[in-house]
Structures are given as C-alpha cells and as structure tokens.
C-alpha cells in the first residue's frame, strides 16, 4: 500500500513504538499512586510533558494531557464559556474549521452563547478586514486554526491574536496540523494538539493554556492534571506523546524540506488538468486538495485500493456529503465531489509518490473517456 493520508493520522515512529514498548508490557503501575513504580511513571510522564512543551516552543502556560485534541477543544471552547465574565458572550470562528470547533460551538449556541462564523475567500484564506470589523466588547473568544486539515491553507494567527486581545478577548487555535510541521504560531491563549499528527500514538492529545486563561474543567473526578483534567494518565501513551514532540523538534526542518520536494514532485506527476483547492502561496504542502472536473473522487478511490487517500477530513467522510471546507470556498456539489486529498510527509517516497500520482491520473483520464 502506498500511504498518501497523513491528514488523516501518520505511522507510528520507530522510535516512538520502542520508547512505549517498556510502558507497555512490564511499567505498567498508576503514575497517580504514591508507589515506587507509580512515581517512576509520573515522573516519565513529566518528562514528556517537557519534551511536548519545548516542541510546541509557547511559553507562559503550562500544558494538560487529554484523550484527544476534540477533547481539548471541547474544554477550551465549553470551559472558557463557562469562566465568561459578565458581558462576554460571544464567539466568533471560521467556515472552515475542524467538526470538533464547530460542532461544539453551534452546541453553545444552543444554550445561548452568540456565534458568529465567518465566511472565507476563494482560496480559503480568512479576510482580515472583515474580521477586525466583527470584533466588538462582547467577544468572549476568537477560535481560528493554524493549518486546516481538507485544504492545508495557514492562517495569520499571530496577527489574528493581536487584533483579538486589543479587544479583549481570548484566542483559541487548533493548531493539530501544524504542531510538528510548521512553525506554531505564536499568541494564542488555548492551543490544542495530538501525537498520532505526529508520528505518535492516537487516544492522546493535549491542550497548552496561557497562565490565566485556563479554561474551568470539563472533565470532573480525581482532578489529576493540574486539578483541571480528570483521568489516570497513560503513561505508555504519554511517553510517546514526548518522544515523538521531541523527534519532531529535531526534524522539523528536514521534514518541511522533503515535504516542499514531494509537493514539487506530486503536481509534475499528476499533469495538466487538476486544479489546486486553497491557497498555493499560504499553505503547508504536506497537504495536497486537488479536483479535476468530472472525476468522481469516490469511484477513484474504489478504483486504487492499494493507494491510501482520502475525498476530505477523515472525520467526515462517512457521512456522504460533500466537505463543508471546500463548499465554504464556493465549490458546488459536482466540483466538491471532483476532489481529492493527498497527504504526505515523513515517510513517503517521492518514487511511491509519484507512482501513486500518475496512476491517479491515468484513472482519472480514463474516467473521464468511460463517461464521455
């Protein structure tokens, strides 16, 4: 199989299965009990916390472990609402953000919290006159992503979170696609991450909150991380959270360089024809969302069962509708249903890469010649 849906989730690290083998077989006490084996986990999981802190490079906060990154942002959005001083109650986010920020903000909506989702342009970037103008003394906080995981197009959060604390509210960023591949942006208040993104383990994420903006619990029971987030803590999982922050923080500029490379070498290999969705110019080249008019994305991957790639967010497409990111960028039915993704990185080839491509492009032209 040729693995093209690393938006999706990424292979495990070699390093990182071998740091968590030990976790997994003979270390196996509660890192929350007063035993000898039990603080030898806690202090495993510390050391990870330090490595997934110094790999996330935010300072002036301190960072919780969750089951995920959709639980860390259940917590920022539905704990920061629940902290709200009086007047706040506003929310503002964007068309093309993750189900998890989304999906939880229409649930606050639903129970009273004003929401406004702001449309983006063509190529999926954020217009940021519009958004200066829709910040007001009401908004509670502004959550907007680093990298968007259908279409790969960046954000200026750094800026984004200057204009939101002039007014005098939080910052939220799902930062998930960016941890570990670009340079995470800095000036958010809450930023949420996962490990299996990175080459790490999934059922782990975590959730970096600026001193002071800490979000009210979620979670309620034994209080274990910081008092703020319930749960024993995995120290198998944990541990290889760290490893693969700290493998990150060792590769990132030689993994954004063979990611720029593959980019190159997959858009030569697809040929005329395909179309790029989203931004060229602003965007992480690891993620590849492209359309080609009359393909039908799903019949194309049927058709390459051996080639791992995917119609949007591995989160939504079960549902048989076409993706709300790329709708959100004025794509109607038939164009979004024209679209693909590929993603890529660490442990792709260029020659599977491009072999998947043009094998890719070959059905897709005889699609088009069975249709015609």
Not at 176 to 193: E, N, S, T, W, Y
Not at 220 to 247: I, K, N
Request: hydrophobic share 40%; aromatic share 6%; net charge neutral.
């Amino acid at each position: 199989m040729i693995y093209l849906d690393y938006q999706a989730t990424t292979p495990v690290a070699p390093e990182v299965a071998k740091t968590m083998q030990p976790w997994i077989e003979e270390k196996y006490a509660n890192p929350h009990s007063p035993s000898r084996w039990g603080n030898e986990a806690e202090a495993a999981i510390e050391v990870a916390r330090k490595q997934v802190e110094k790999a996330l490079g935010a300072k002036g906060g301190s960072l919780a472990f969750t089951g995920s990154a959709t639980e860390a942002i259940n917590w920022a959005l539905k704990g920061t609402v629940e902290k709200a001083p009086k007047g706040r109650n506003r929310i503002i986010t964007v068309a093309t953000e993750h189900a998890a920020v989304l999906d939880t903000c229409e649930w606050l909506a639903g129970r009273g919290v004003d929401l406004t989702v702001l449309p983006v342009l063509l190529d999926g970037c954020l217009d940021l006159d519009l958004f200066e103008r829709e910040l007001d003394e009401r908004v509670l906080l502004v959550a907007v992503m680093m990298v968007n995981n259908e279409i790969g197009v960046r954000h200026p959060v750094s800026a984004i979170s200057d204009m939101v604390h002039k007014a005098g509210a939080l910052m939220m960023s799902d930062a998930v696609q960016a941890f570990g591949r670009v340079d995470v942006c800095k000036g958010p208040d809450l930023i949420a991450i996962s490990a299996h993104k990175i080459h790490g383990p999934k059922g782990i994420g975590a959730l970096w909150m600026r001193k002071g903006s800490e979000p009210a619990p979620l979670i309620h029971g034994g209080g274990q991380e910081q008092g703020l987030r319930s749960g024993t803590l995995s120290p198998m999982l944990c541990v290889g959270f760290g490893a693969a922050a700290r493998l990150a923080d060792e590769r990132c500029t030689l993994d954004y360089d063979h990611v720029q490379k593959l980019w190159n070498a997959a858009v030569h290999a697809l040929g005329p024809g395909w179309i790029v969705n989203g931004s060229v110019g602003h965007r992480y080249k690891g993620n590849l969302n492209i359309r080609r008019e009359g393909v039908d994305a799903a019949r194309l991957i049927a058709d390459l069962r051996d080639v791992a790639f995917s119609l949007g967010s591995a989160c939504a497409s079960g549902s048989g509708r076409p993706s709300h990111v790329l709708r959100a960028l004025g794509l109607d039915y038939r164009a979004a249903r024209s679209s693909i993704r590929l993603g890529f990185g660490r442990y792709t080839t260029q020659q599977e890469l491009v072999d998947a491509c043009r094998r890719i492009a070959a059905h897709a032209v005889a699609q088009e010649k069975l249709d015609a």
